[in-house]
């Protein structure tokens, strides 16, 4: 038993595949992970090895693990400086180190059960993993950092009120004859030009596609991002995003270097009579703006009859709200949109958890509903409050939520991507 106490199966990150997109950091119960401004890790004395962040990962960057002995594990200083995994170590290594070769094969620990009530209130629990049975299938890691592919900027225009100094650019990617087929609810990476003060490469920035899987323009080898141009970070400090800024700085005609694309679970999907619910603030629009381009095209062909839409966006202001002035313009019998500002002078705080609650009624109905489907993306700190919003609505109809939302995860319909 001593022999087996000083092994463990470190669980580590691939910084080459690594896109930097935190969702294990978000996902991870027990705070294990953590990050700087290059890399992502796992503490080995924290992980647990409950699994929960394997499924979400988008890359699969995430599932790599090491035989090591307890007094070498790797720490997160030294993870932190890598560009790329160590080798595992030969089995004359774990030898010397006294490790048998039957526990260093032994794999990863398995999911433990907590008993009920044991657990804070964890809102990432919730999110399905795995696509809806209905969903088109979705192509991933195509194109990777080492081998990216280019695309050409064929369009970039400024998607917020003019005059706002921390805009939102809609950016428009054409791949000509590179293949690079994607779905709503996918990402791509950006990989900014230059270095960082390491002098090493930058690495890819993640963002949603923000149009439909024909195309920004139907039926060309075409796509749209929607990028916040950063100017501060979430304390308030002036600081200028590398990529985000060289994306909102992109003229028409000048290429970029793209890998992926990513995600194999936000999709939307297609059988018909299907409810999409979609809560999302400032950039985690894109892709609700994909899913609801695609169902507006499907409702113009006359070939497809879908259910309700409701879209819950949120922002600061009317003036920071991406798309606000299109959004308009939408038919009212085809989607039911409930805008909610926070920072609108003279008036309440308002979130989209506050608008879902307003909504209750008709929510209920759609929780109990089997082609329903939830959808939510943007910030980290806005994912709670909408979880809650659905448990506290599915109580008040009567409903069992843990019940309710373990089918809604295991049937891929419930999705949370923020970051």
């Known amino acids: 038993m001593a022999v087996e106490a000083a092994v463990i199966q470190q669980h580590l990150i691939d910084p080459e595949i690594c896109i930097r997109c935190n969702t294990c950091e978000a996902t991870c119960p027990v705070g294990a992970i953590t990050h700087d401004d290059r890399n992502y890790v796992v503490k080995a004395d924290v992980c647990n090895g409950c699994m929960a962040c394997i499924s979400p990962c988008p890359t699969g960057s995430i599932d790599n693990w090491r035989s090591m002995p307890r007094v070498r594990a790797y720490s997160v200083e030294e993870q932190l400086t890598w560009d790329e995994l160590p ?58 950092a080492k081998k990216p592919t280019t695309a050409t900027v064929v369009g970039n225009f400024n998607c917020t009120e003019a005059g706002f100094d921390s805009e939102t650019h809609h950016v428009v990617l054409d791949f000509g004859t590179m293949p690079f087929p994607v779905l709503e609810g996918q990402s791509i990476g950006i990989v900014p030009p230059g270095q960082d003060a390491l002098g090493r490469p930058h690495q890819p920035r993640q963002y949603s596609v923000a149009s439909p899987r024909n195309g920004e323009r139907p039926g060309y080898n075409n796509l749209s ?5 950063v100017t501060q970070d979430h304390q308030g400090n002036p600081v200028r995003g590398i990529c985000s800024n060289y994306v909102c700085d992109l003229k028409v005609g000048e290429q970029v270097q793209v890998v992926g694309p990513f995600g194999s679970s936000f999709l939307m999907p297609n059988h018909p009579k299907s409810h999409l619910v979609m809560v999302c603030t400032g950039t985690g629009s894109a892709p609700m703006r994909a899913m609801t381009e695609w169902r507006r095209r499907l409702r113009n062909s006359g070939k497809f009859e879908g259910g ?45 958890q506050d608008g879902m609650r307003e909504r209750a009624a008709d929510l209920a109905a759609l ?27 599915a109580t008040g109809a009567g409903l069992d939520w843990e019940g309710l939302a373990a089918t809604l995860r295991r049937e891929g319909r419930l999705h949370l991507e923020t970051y």
């Open 87 to 144: 080798p595992a170590l030969t089995p004359e290594q774990l030898a010397a180190a006294g490790v048998s070769e039957v526990l260093a094969q032994a794999p990863p620990p398995a999911q433990a059960t907590p008993e009920p009530g044991t657990v804070p209130f964890h809102s990432a629990q919730y999110g399905a993993s795995i696509p809806p049975w209905s969903a088109a299938h979705a192509y991933t890691n195509l194109y990777g």
């Open 225 to 229: 991002l929607t990028v916040k141009r």
């Open 308 to 352: 309700k839409l409701l879209l819950f966006f949120g922002a600061r202001t009317q003036q920071e709200l991406p798309y606000f002035g299109p959004l308009q313009s939408l038919p009212k019998d085809f989607i039911d949109i409930h805008l909610a500002f926070s920072r609108t002078p003279g008036q309440p705080r308002k979130y989209v």
């Open 367 to 393: 929780l109990q509903d089997g082609a329903s489907h939830f959808y939510v993306c943007g910030l980290k700190s806005m994912e709670q409050g909408v979880v809650l919003a659905l448990r506290d609505i």
